[in-house]
């Protein structure tokens, strides 16, 4: 099921959510999101490919408006927590800055006693990130040229967001 950002802000103390320059690690979101009752840690990470529509890409570049989108994070949280009552933990981690090929631009984590759970969570986590958030990204081509996107104006069947 899913739903608009609607669900009132409760941030708890056991979850986690930034935007930053430095790199992403798996090991250290995977941490931040294991807690002794989960019985399952999904994670999903987004990294930067080497192609668009069939067009090579060299770098991405993103930008956000910081305040906004971490009050998108802490809502995706909340709204989490009231469809998934269990989940134990949310991370969300997305990187700024000029990124290339290979590097992890984005971390979802969700822990929950239960995999299936931990899955939707993780998947509305993602999607809702993919539309709501204040993120933009610029694609670095191969010919020299380059454009932005706003994150937000993603499809959520868009293989290329």
């Known amino acids: ?6 669900f009132p802000i409760k ?6 959510f930034g935007i930053t ?15 002794p009752a989960n019985g399952a840690v999904v994670v999903m990470s987004g990294m930067v490919r ?5 067009q090579p890409v060299v770098a991405l570049e993103y930008q956000a408006y910081d305040p906004m989108a971490l009050q998108v994070f802490y809502q995706i949280a909340a709204d ?3 469809q998934w009552p269990d989940v134990k933990r949310v991370v969300i981690y997305h990187r ?5 090929i290979g590097e992890i631009s984005v971390l979802v ?5 239960h995999r299936g759970e931990a899955f939707a969570a993780c998947q509305y986590a993602i999607d ?5 958030a204040p993120i933009w990204k610029k694609e670095h081509w191969q010919d020299g040229s380059s454009s932005w996107v706003s994150i937000g104006a993603c499809e959520v069947t868009d293989a290329n967001c």
């Open 1 to 6: 099921m899913k739903t608009p950002l609607a």
């Open 11 to 16: 941030t708890r103390n056991e979850d986690s």
């Open 21 to 35: 320059f430095a790199p992403l690690s798996l090991e250290e979101i995977y941490t931040k999101a294991d807690d």
């Open 50 to 54: 080497n192609q668009t529509d069939g």
């Open 80 to 82: 989490i927590r009231y």
């Open 96 to 100: 700024i800055g000029r990124l290339q």
């Open 109 to 113: 984590a969700v822990g929950c006693p």
């Open 128 to 132: 809702t990130i993919k539309h709501q």
